[in-house]
């Protein structure tokens, strides 16, 4: 059975970091690229991160560049969005998602809350 768990979201205020995680399991996590996207309250899916699948390449939504650092350790099927002087209009679900040719697998997501 094919699994993304997100974890490490939760109440931060502004300011503060938080470190994502997306556990992977039941496909070859190597060889999928993965993403993070997030959908605020109201509002609909925006995508934040992505990393290739030998974490060489990486990119970055423009509300996230020097903030957030997208990584992956594929030795553990994992893959991680640390986050860093974050706002309250960072407040939304994050999901992970991998992708391989015709497939294309989602978390159910981790809430990050910022406020004070």
């Keep these: 059975e094919v699994q993304l768990v997100e974890s490490g979201g939760g109440l931060v205020q502004p300011g503060g970091?938080?470190?994502?995680?997306?556990?992977a399991s039941g496909f070859t996590f190597s060889n999928y690229d993965m993403r993070w996207?997030?959908?605020?309250?109201?509002k609909g899916l925006d995508w934040?991160?992505?990393?290739?699948?030998?974490?060489?390449?990486?990119y970055y939504a423009d509300s996230m560049k020097g903030r957030s650092t997208i990584s992956r350790d594929n030795a553990k099927n994992t893959m991680f969005l640390q986050m860093n002087?974050?706002?309250?209009?960072?407040t939304?679900?994050?999901?992970?998602?991998?992708h391989s040719g015709p497939y294309?697998?989602?978390g159910q997501g981790t809430r990050v809350t910022v406020s004070s």
């Design 92 to 98: 939304a679900v994050y999901y992970c998602s991998a």
């Design 85 to 90: 002087d974050l706002r309250p209009d960072d």
């Design 48 to 58: 934040v991160s992505a990393i290739k699948t030998d974490g060489g390449s990486t």
């Design 17 to 23: 970091s938080l470190r994502l995680s997306c556990a």
């Design 37 to 42: 996207v997030r959908q605020a309250p109201g």
């Design 104 to 106: 294309n697998y989602w």
